[in-house]
C-alpha cells in the first residue's frame, strides 16, 4: 500500500514566525505535490517536484518555498507565516502521466 | 479563473438512493480524477476516467471529453458515503491537479 506521510499533523504558528510542514512517501515516486485546502473549497497547488532537488510553482507559490533534499522527502517551508496562511495543507505522490495520486492524511496549520 | 466547476453544491439523500454529482471543466483536460473525502479530512482517489465510461463497485464515472464535462453516479448510497466528492482535472500529463470546490453528499438512514 502507498503510503505518504505528514509531520505534524497540526500546528499553531506565530505571526511572523517560520514553519516547515515535511512530507515522506514511501511510494519510490517521483512526483511530489503540496497543497492547502480552505474550509469548503478544493485544494489549490502550492508547490510540485519531479525530480529530487528540483521545484517547480504551482498556483499560488506565493509566501511558500519548497524543498525536495530527496526522491522520498518534500517539505514546504513558510518563512514568515501569515494569518492568511491558515488551511489544511497536503502532501501527495504519484508517478506522474495519468497514474493515482496518493495523499497524506493533512496538516491542520492555524496562524494566531 | 475556475477551472473546475461542481455540482450541487451539497445533496442530501435517504440511504438506498442513487446520487449524480457534475463537473464540468473549462480547459482541455489530460487527465480527469474524482477523489472522497472523508467528514476527517482524508482523500482517496475512486477513479480516473479522461474519457468514455468507467465502472467500480457502485460508481459510475463518464465523462465527454469534447463537452468538457464529467459525472460521477453513486448506486444505492450508503450512510458510509457520506463526505464530499472532489473532481480534479490535469491539463500537463505531470498529475498537477486542479480541483473544483466538491460536492457534499450526506446519506441519512
Known amino acids: 500500500e502507498a503510503a505518504v506521510t505528514q509531520s505534524p499533523r497540526s500546528k499553531v504558528a506565530v505571526t511572523g514566525g517560520k514553519v516547515t510542514l515535511s512530507c515522506h512517501q514511501t511510494?519510490?515516486?517521483?512526483?511530489m505535490y503540496w497543497y492547502r485546502q480552505d474550509t469548503g473549497h478544493g485544494l489549490r497547488l502550492i508547490h510540485y517536484s519531479y525530480v529530487a532537488d528540483s521545484t517547480e510553482k504551482g498556483d499560488i507559490p506565493d509566501g511558500y518555498k519548497a524543498s525536495r533534499p530527496s526522491q522520498e522527502n518534500f517539505s514546504l517551508i513558510l518563512e514568515l507565516a501569515s494569518l492568511s496562511q491558515t488551511a489544511v495543507y497536503f502532501c501527495a505522490s504519484s508517478e506522474g502521466g495519468n497514474t493515482e495520486v496518493f495523499f497524506g492524511k493533512g496538516t491542520r496549520l492555524t496562524v494566531v | 479563473g475556475q477551472q473546475v466547476q461542481q455540482s450541487p453544491a451539497s445533496l442530501v439523500l435517504q440511504e438506498g438512493e442513487n446520487a449524480e454529482l457534475q463537473c464540468n471543466f473549462s480547459s482541455t483536460a489530460t487527465q480527469l480524477q474524482w477523489f472522497y473525502q472523508s467528514p476527517g479530512g482524508s482523500l482517496v482517489s475512486l477513479l480516473s476516467?479522461?474519457?468514455g465510461t468507467k465502472h467500480t463497485g457502485r460508481l459510475t464515472s463518464t465523462t465527454v471529453t469534447k463537452e468538457r464535462r464529467s459525472s460521477l453516479h453513486i448506486s444505492s448510497s450508503q450512510t458510509t458515503d457520506s463526505g464530499t466528492y472532489l473532481c480534479?482535472?490535469?491539463?500537463?500529463?505531470?498529475?498537477?491537479?486542479?480541483f473544483g470546490s466538491g460536492t457534499k453528499l450526506t446519506v441519512e438512514p
Open positions: 511510494n519510490n515516486h517521483d512526483y
Open positions: 476516467n479522461p474519457s
Open positions: 480534479a482535472i490535469d491539463m500537463s500529463n505531470y498529475n498537477v491537479l486542479y
